[in-house]
């Protein structure tokens, strides 16, 4: 997915894209599968140089996962279910701060986030039929295994957004200090869901199927009217 794409879906949707220099856009992207245990979501970054005369944009893809994994679905935190993160745009939600005490990460610590609880206690994630909650829960953007790259998610995540490879969040948190030297220690995180992406264009492209066929039926209905006065 490319960075025009995820502008069109900005503006579609009435959120920010930052063009301040350096100032971070990051973006999770729900895959369709509802498997879990996998790391088959991404995470984009990018944002505007200060190059002169022209800025340019600077694109990185990693792959994470934006769901919790099953050792969590089966043993929830919460009596109510384990947390997923509802699709949105969190502005200046985020800062760095220590993971669970241990090491930093990008932790939700200023504002409420939403989720869906999955109350099922199953192996299945239910994104249509758990609960909803907003609030302070700690959905963090960290990574898996301290070193090296994670293949199943297992206990790593309870609902956070958590990175498949050390490297890449190693890298990750390099750019969140380059933004935090020059916008401060505050952040935005949006979380697309594929699958309600998908729906979406479908939808429309229903819409414009019904539109042209009503037009198609207006027009011959129009025509026949127009021989019948001639006759």
Request: glycine share 6%.
């Amino acid at each position: 997915m490319s960075v025009l794409r995820l502008k069109n879906i900005a503006a579609r949707k009435g959120f920010l894209i930052y063009k301040e220099p350096f100032k971070l856009n990051i973006w999770g992207i729900r895959s369709r599968s509802t498997v879990p245990n996998r790391f088959d979501d991404v995470l984009h970054v990018f944002f505007v140089s200060d190059g002169q005369p022209i800025k340019k944009w600077y694109h990185y893809v990693f792959p994470i996962t934006t769901d919790p994994g099953t050792y969590w679905l089966k043993n929830p935190m919460h009596p109510q279910g384990t947390a997923m993160l509802a699709p949105g745009q969190y502005r200046d939600t985020y800062k760095i701060a220590r993971h669970r005490n241990k090491y930093y990460a990008l932790c939700q610590r200023l504002k409420p986030v939403r989720i869906i609880r999955d109350y099922n206690r199953d192996a299945v994630l239910d994104f249509n039929n758990g609960r909803p909650a907003t609030g302070m829960f700690g959905i963090n953007i960290h990574r898996a295994r301290k070193t090296g790259t994670t293949y199943t998610v297992d206990n790593h995540s309870a609902g956070c957004q958590v990175f498949k490879k050390a490297m890449d969040f190693n890298f990750f948190m390099r750019l969140c200090e380059m933004h935090k030297r020059v916008h401060g220690n505050v952040f935005t995180y949006t979380l697309i869901d594929h699958r309600m992406e998908f729906r979406t264009v479908l939808k429309r492209a229903a819409i414009g199927i019904l539109t042209a066929g009503t037009l198609a039926a207006a027009y011959w209905w129009l025509s026949r009217e127009q021989e019948i006065a001639a006759a």
